[in-house]
């Protein structure tokens, strides 16, 4: 929580300059989120119609605290491209890393000996406070947080998990707090401010068929044994790789220049940001319509765990 106030108040200090955000910012506080999510869910219930028309992302960051040897990531697929940029921007806070960028894809290789092409982003799925805006609206969301070697952090959920031990043990002068905040508001800022948003469509075809081809080489013998024709899936994949590419090139190609009126811009930005609306199955996933999942990328990798334990 320290972190979004932090970033909050340097918000405040621009706004104070006279600077407004292109777009608007609602920084909020969730109660009730271990016994069910409760808080999030009720503001996104409550505000449905007008989150599903004018979201253009949620940013979650309720594990800050979780570690101080690597970055945890997760996100939709759209927002990678983005993620990277900001970290290029954000200062590491620890050497020999000068960027968030080479401290992200650094300590995977000091801590886990992976090299890396790009800095690992997982997929989010639930879990969070993210939750209800992500499987029930389909806004695109990030979630930021660290994470150490050896798992959670060792008063995670314990009556030890206060102030006092974060500040003794865990981050003493709160500089893995300030980078971490530095790389979210860094991100924060390009959604409320970049004329076309940030938001990548090729990062999210390309993922999509990233999934498709897993399920399908992890899983040959299920696949043949249940008698499953997947040709339709690769094609369908490789259709949306080719669609978002031109879309892609399109965006490139803007110009206000030739946009007086700015609706070439607002059709770009609308599809932009309801490309993750197009993933929510409003009945949920076969034969689980009570599931509480309805964000169909998050359903292949449900998919691959079912071909994997099914008996």
């Known amino acids: 929580m320290s972190t ?5 108040r340097a918000i405040g200090e621009q706004l104070k300059t006279g600077w407004r955000p292109r777009r608007t910012i609602i920084f909020a506080s969730w109660d009730a989120e271990e016994p069910g999510i409760l808080g999030s869910f009720e503001f996104a219930e409550d505000f449905m119609i007008a989150l599903k028309h004018k979201a253009v992302a949620y940013i979650n960051m309720d594990s800050v605290a979780s570690g101080t040897q690597m ?13 990277y940029d900001a970290a290029k921007k954000a200062e590491s806070p620890k050497s020999p890393y000068k960027s968030m960028y080479e401290f992200w894809i650094g300590t995977e290789k000091e801590y886990n000996d992976i090299d890396y092409q790009l800095p690992p982003v997982q997929l989010i799925g639930s879990g969070s ?14 979630d930021f947080a660290y994470k150490n070697d050896h798992g959670t952090y ?32 860094r991100t924060l800022l390009s959604l409320a401010n970049d004329e076309i948003l940030p938001l990548s469509a090729v990062d999210y075809a390309n993922k999509i068929q990233e999934l498709t081809l897993s399920l399908i080489n992890k899983n040959p013998d299920k696949i043949s044994e249940l008698d499953l024709d997947i ?3 690769m094609i369908l994949a490789q259709s ?63 998919l691959m765990l079912d071909l994997l334990f099914q008996e």
């Not at 930005?269 to 034969?287: A, T, V």
């Open 71 to 83: 970055l945890r990531m997760k996100s939709t697929p759209n927002l990678h491209s983005l993620l």
């Open 240 to 302: 949306f790789v080719d669609a978002a590419t031109k879309f892609q090139d399109h965006v490139s190609s803007y110009s206000n220049a030739t946009d007086e009126s700015g609706i070439k811009l607002r059709n770009i930005n609308d599809k932009l940001m309801l490309m993750d609306r197009q993933f929510i199955h409003e009945q949920g996933l076969p034969g689980r319509p009570h599931s509480g999942i309805s964000y169909l990328l998050q359903a292949l990798q449900i």
């Open 154 to 185: 060792p008063v995670y959920h314990t009556q030890y998990d206060t102030y006092e031990w974060l500040s003794t043990f865990g981050d003493q002068d709160f500089t893995y707090h300030k980078h971490l905040g530095d790389f979210a508001a």
């Open 4 to 8: 979004i106030l932090e970033i909050s």
């Open 129 to 142: 406070d993210y939750t209800a805006f992500l499987n029930e609206i389909g806004v695109s969301c990030v």
């Open 231 to 233: 040709t339709g899936m």
